[in-house]
């Protein structure tokens, strides 16, 4: 989500030395390639989901704390959002949404940070994906552990395109058992003028599309950027009155904060409804928890110190329900401990063998 109460400042230079090809992502992302000898296609049971907000900031400023984070979780697989680092191509050139940036000196430095930080334990366990955008903007990545090798990975919700989405907003992990799909969704925004209802709006609808037609169960993880019910804000009043500069939407259903209007809820609730989807966090929690049960923390200065939203997830497919053994958010309190430099917490979500 956004800070929409104050300005992203822009990263400063850094990146990270280029993991090889063969480490970084099997040879046909596509699918349809052979096992590599030893690698298995069993289903990830373990998962870690994180907006960020610049993985390159985090990594030079935040790796240690998330290291420690992921070495006691042992995840099979990690989601980020916002990774905030742009896409491979020189200016006016075509970009390509799989690699980042290295064509500059400073681009090339950053990339360094970067993948250095990736290669460090216990990452280089992991193959890596990118779905970047254009500019230091959105953009996903997706770490899976190598023995775990994905049948095919995509990057759009249009599952017979071979582009990314805008922004790199997707990445789909195909496994034998089930689908794994992390997404970063566009932002409600405040102004219908400004077309980000719009925007939002069709989002909503591809995705409803999209888990309507998927023929495996589905884990669907990321930075959603909607609360769902009031037990999911801190301050439900606040939220639902919050304005920019004094607007009032003509349609009251689009008034409020972005994330906590009633048209993002009653979509949200309707692609969970009509896609017999499962709130994992939700399923196992079912009571306000005001220490531990928000993802996103507003500025600890200013009028939304203390204001805080669960708009990241695990959701899954009622079929996979009875196997949810664990989710939780693992940041707490209003000065933002557990966060690892983002605005968002990491969460996890642990599912039991398949019987």
Known sequence: MKRFFQPIAKDGPSKKPALSTADSAPPCPGGGDEEEKGEKREAPMRFLTWNANSLLLRAKNNWPEFSRLVQSLDPHVICFQEVRMPAAGSKGAPKNPNELKDDTSSSRE???VLMRALSNPPFGEY???????DSKYAGTALL??????PKKISFSLDRA?????????VILAEFDSCFLLNTYAPNNGWKEEENSFKRRRKWDKRILEFVLQIEKPLIWCGDLNVSHQEIDVSHPEFFSNAKLNGYIPPNREDCGQPGFTLSERRRFDNILTQGKLVDAYRFLHNEKDMECGFSWSGNPVGKYRGKRMRIDYFIVSEKLKDRIVACEMH????ELEGFCGSDHCPVSLVLSEET
Do not use: F, N
């Open 161 to 169: 395109a071979s582009k990314h989405e805008p922004d790199g907003r």
């Open 110 to 112: 950053e990339k360094q």
């Open 127 to 133: 193959r890596v994906w990118w779905s970047l955008s």
């Open 331 to 334: 940041g707490h309190g209003i």
């Open 144 to 149: 899976v552990k190598k023995q775990l090798r």
